[in-house]
Structures are given as structure tokens and as C-alpha cells.
């Protein structure tokens, strides 16, 4: 069977980052760049001359760009076009920053001096588990999800959760698929994906990144845990 080819999408103000991005990912097996736009506006123009089954998979979005930025950007997508995957594009990587990311429900956080390699298992990563985070921006949202929460009682949220519930949501956020959950787990897929909706609606989460962030909060997953396994 003939996988499925990744599109993505680029949004920068610069026609040479553009280029040096679209040269890169074509190089990848399986990803192809289906348009670039210089801008929101531009990207937004685009999209809406689109059919659901044209749309891409993945935005790559610069975050500072003069005629509407990446934050309004992201607002719109997030609000018009859900199943869009967006990655944010940043030369800085603070904590702020990360903070502002997950405010935004992206999937991702590329700095645009990324290597080639990380950009790759990056990208593949979003397009199968929706999400992809390095140890360092887990331990930043972990750090900020606590100093945020710290009147927060997690005995309290861990009770929504069975089990059962948690254990998925640790394999969630270790980056497995439903498929490799369920041979893990000697569960059904069908089985997983209903778990996924229910901790979807049970977090109060409107994506992956969101249960991350819950389950970082909450104590129910710790990255060591992830990158000392792998």
C-alpha cells in the first residue's frame, strides 16, 4: 500500500526562508510542499479557495510577520480549519514563548535553524500522533504548568481518570499511535480511539498537545520517563 503523502504548507514574510524550507522538506520521503504564502492574510486567502480534501496537513507558520501575524494566524486556523496541524516557526525559544505555542493549540515548535533530520522526525511525528515536542519544551511546559497551577489539587484531577485512562494517556504522550497503544495495551483499536475521546472530554483538552499538558500538570506522565525508554 502507497503511504499517504504529507502536505504542508509555508507561511513566511521571507521569500528566501521559504525556499531554503520548501528545498528541505522535499527532500523527505513522503512530504511534499503544497503552497507558500507570505503571509497570514495570504495564507488565509489561499485556504478558503480550497476543498477539505486540498487543504494540508501541516502549516509551517513564522510567528513575526508585518501583515497578520502568527498569533492571529493561528487564532483563525484554530477556529476555521481544526484539522490543520500548525508548527510554529521561530528564530527564539523561550519559555514565553513555548507558553504563548501551547496557548495557541499548536502541534509544534521549530526554531529555523533546525536541522534537517530533527525537521524530518518532526514533521512525521505531527502527522501521525498530531504532536511534537523535544525534552526541552516538555520540561518548559512542565515547569510553567505547575508555577500556573500551584493552587491546583492534582489528587482531584487524577480521580477523573481510570486507570485504565491514564495508562493511555501515558503511551499518548510517549508518542505511540493508536495501533501500537492497542498491541501494547492487547486492546482494540476502536477500543483506544474511544479512550482518546473520552480523556479528550474529560481534560477539557481540544487537541493532543492539550492532554500533554494535562498529564505534565497532573504528574501522570514525566518525559524522563519518555526519552529513557527510547
Do not use: W
Not at 93 to 110: K, Q
Amino acid at each position: 500500500m502507497t503511504q499517504k503523502t504529507v502536505r504542508i504548507a509555508l507561511v513566511d514574510d521571507q521569500e528566501l526562508v521559504r525556499k531554503g524550507f520548501r528545498m528541505i522538506i522535499s527532500s523527505f520521503e513522503g512530504m511534499a510542499v503544497d503552497f507558500e504564502a507570505e503571509s497570514g492574510r495570504d495564507l488565509l486567502d489561499i485556504l478558503k479557495e480550497k476543498t477539505t480534501h486540498q487543504l494540508p496537513q501541516i502549516v509551517l507558520l513564522d510567528m513575526n510577520m508585518e501583515e497578520m501575524d502568527g498569533v492571529e494566524t493561528s487564532k483563525r486556523l484554530v477556529r476555521n480549519y481544526p484539522t490543520i496541524h500548525v508548527a510554529i516557526l521561530s528564530m527564539h525559544y523561550t519559555p514565553a514563548l513555548v507558553n504563548l505555542m501551547i496557548s495557541l493549540n499548536a502541534s509544534a515548535y521549530f526554531k529555523k535553524n533546525t536541522k534537517p533530520a530533527e525537521l524530518e522526525h518532526g514533521l512525521r511525528k505531527i502527522a501521525e500522533t498530531g504532536k511534537y515536542f523535544t525534552e526541552k519544551i516538555y520540561e518548559m511546559i512542565r515547569l510553567s504548568s505547575i508555577s500556573n497551577n500551584n493552587q491546583k489539587s492534582i489528587s482531584v484531577s487524577e480521580e477523573l481518570l481510570t486507570d485504565r485512562e491514564k495508562e493511555v494517556l501515558k503511551l499518548i504522550c510517549e508518542e505511540y499511535e493508536s495501533k501500537e497503544i492497542a498491541d501494547k495495551l492487547n486492546l482494540g483499536i476502536r477500543t483506544i480511539e474511544s479512550h482518546r475521546r473520552n480523556l479528550l472530554a474529560k481534560t477539557n483538552s481540544k487537541n493532543m498537545a492539550g492532554l500533554v499538558i494535562y498529564a505534565l500538570t497532573n504528574q501522570i506522565f514525566r518525559p524522563q520517563q519518555q526519552f529513557s525508554s527510547k
